[in-house]
């Protein structure tokens, strides 16, 4: 390791434009949205929204969340999979707090199927001013309990506070909702690994 | 089956979660540990964006929102290669910035900082790296601006770069900062940094990057995480 890593600094309060122009309603193209999904996408199309809370228990407004997950058949995208996604589910969503009047980040996208060995999981970062770093954070089903009790990493972390990690159902509507708040500091804190 | 695994982030390059100095952190950053986790497929992987992501302006941000004239500023070329820890180009990757005017305003609607904006540029713009790693941006030089930290408190003009890199476990949203500039010692967000990396986030004039007669250049590399030589367990 000849050479080190470059250190990272704090998204800032600044990056509506920069890096999701189209959901804050600049003239620039984004990447990535809060909609994973058109009316073709196979698999258990569903909805997932939340917030960030801090210390004091105020929702943040300039939070950035990053999605990652695998398409219904619990394939990823990208080139390590061997199982490589064949759809056009690229499986990355981004979306910031500012623009929703509850301040929550609402992402439409598919049910992911089981990856190798583990319980159905959306991969969440989570950027914000104030966040020096990015914290990782994974969102598990409340209502997929067989594949949760044998998911390694879920079982990795102490039992009182494996239910922060999981998305409960929200309402009876259309279409089908999970809630997952995230809570950076304190009382119910957020599991955040160290990948 | 799978690939390598990478190397941990490196907390003697990063910033510490808490920084008192700077005041946002105090309720934004964990009271716990981080949990240890063990790379799977899940953190091996992440998005993949190439070059058919670009719009043909999107790497120069002193044309990609022009409407009339050119933004207002001192030019200036930003480039560099983005390497990982045993000096290997990463390819293809996305590199997104975003920085404010050369006033020290940006464009996003939450910035109240009384200094104009500037009608022919927004401050945001992306390229991919290429077979070298390289990447190459054309700008404006950004302001520095007032904040709320403490009294009197000025950032040094940055830009924010955000990368992929081949894996999530490879994210990294940072600052870079130009050399020289006097503010730097006084900004809690820049010595978050531990002191022994902090010049990693400065650039340096490159007399071979800047363009005769059109815009100062800066060289800026940017390291990743490395993959382990050992092979993940299963």
Redesign the interface.
Known sequence: ???????????????????A?EQ?G????S??GATLIDNGTPGSHIRVLGRVF???GQP?S?ALI?I?Q?DAEGR???????RCSNTAF???GRTGT?TDFEKRFIFDTVMPGA??G?AP?I?V?V??????????T?LYFEDQAEANAHD??LQ??QSERRGTLLARRDGATAPTTYRFDVR???EG??????? | MQDETFAPRDWTSHPPLNHPAYKSTLLRSPSKPLVPLRQTLSELSGPVYGHDTLGPLDADLTRNARKTSEPIGERIIVTGRVLDENGRPIRNTLLEIWQANASGRYIDAVDRHDAPLDPNFLGGGRCVTDADGRYRFTTIKPGAYPWGNHANAWRPAHIHFSLFGPSIATRLITQMYFPGDPLMPLDPIFQATPEGARDRLISAFSLDATESGFALGFAFDIVLRGRHSTPMET
């Open positions: 390791m000849a050479f080190r890593q470059t250190p990272s600094q704090t998204v800032g309060p600044f990056f509506s434009f920069g890096l122009p804050y600049y003239a620039f193209r990447i990535a801090d210390g004091e943040m300039d990053e990652w695998a990823y995208a990208h080139p390590a999979d061997p690229k499986g990355f500012g990856v190798a583990q999981h991969n970062i950027f914000a001013r104030g966040m020096l770093n990015h914290l990782y994974r390694p990493v990795s972390v950076l500091q304190g804190e957020t599991v955040f690994f160290d990948v």
